[in-house]
């Protein structure tokens, strides 16, 4: 009896470290804030995904992400949300497809850090050109820095040779006179392209006048100036159209000059 007595004494603390060793991790995420059926989820997950949860300062809303269709990577879902502040399926779609790119964006050096508070910029089409530029992250950063700079372009800025703002001006906006540098402003070398971009610092040199100006045929109240062809056509047909459907129209405050 004395034996069966010390067995039994010795047997219930054994138990009892071993319900508590198999139990541990629900024990840690009870503690953390997780009810039982997030748990029941959390605890499916790889032992570093489990690993990564603990250790998050944060309490993840597993059934806010389970709302959709996704791939379990509840940690990165939280953290760029925080980030972006975008939708639960923006989210899940973004982080989904970024899951798949991660280990060659690491490698080039874009961190999540880095996507993340960025994420307007990198988008997945984005993502997909920096892996395929092959350029790391310490070489890009300088020319992406660069108000207008285009990912697209980041190898082509690379291979230039040229600073970085040189770069991305050279080849993103070949069109643009960037000698001037004192002042900041940009003279357009093509002003009689129709896709060249025309706005503060970005000007048509002061003596172009284009070779298709004319007269608007529309009745107007005041005076107004001449238009480009295909603008003063556009305006016309926009009339035309407003007339059909029955409006009354009348041009009734003059609209600005070619030189704006």
């Known amino acids: 009896m004395n034996r069966k007595r010390i067995a039994i004494v010795v047997l219930i603390p054994v138990i009892c470290i071993a319900l508590l060793i198999a ?3 629900s024990i840690r995420l009870s503690i953390k804030g997780y009810h039982k059926e997030d748990k029941k989820v959390v605890l499916k997950l790889e032992k570093d995904d489990i690993k990564d949860i603990l250790d998050y300062d944060q ?3 597993i059934s806010k992400w389970n709302k959709v269709e996704n791939d ?3 940690l990165l879902y939280d953290e760029y949300y925080r980030a972006s502040k975008k939708s639960v399926k923006k989210v899940v779609y973004y982080i989904d497809s970024y899951y798949e790119r991660m280990e060659d964006l690491n490698y080039l050096g874009y961190t999540k850090d880095v996507l993340f508070k960025n994420s307007d910029v990198y988008t997945i089409s984005n993502l997909d050109t920096l892996i395929s530029a092959s ?3 310490k070489k890009a950063k300088k ?3 660069i108000k207008g700079a285009q990912i697209k372009d980041i190898k082509e800025y690379v291979d230039s040779g040229f600073k970085p703002l040189k770069a991305v001006l050279t080849v ?3 069109g643009i006179d960037s000698s001037k540098r004192d002042d900041r402003t940009y003279t357009i070398e093509d002003p009689s392209n129709m896709l060249v971009l025309i706005k503060n ?3 048509v040199p002061s003596d172009y006048v284009p070779s298709d100006l004319r007269d608007v045929n529309i009745p107007y109240e005041s005076e107004v100036g001449q238009l480009r062809d295909c603008a003063a ?11 059909k459907q029955g409006y009354s129209i009348a041009i009734k405050s003059s609209y600005r000059s070619y030189k704006t």
């Open 23 to 25: 139990n541990f991790t």
């Open 59 to 61: 309490i993840i809303d």
């Open 72 to 74: 379990s990577h509840y």
């Open 135 to 137: 350029v790391p992250y």
């Open 143 to 145: 020319y992406l820095a």
């Open 172 to 174: 993103s906006y070949p």
């Open 201 to 203: 610092g970005f000007s």
């Open 233 to 243: 056509t556009a305006l016309e047909n926009m009339y035309k159209d407003g007339l």
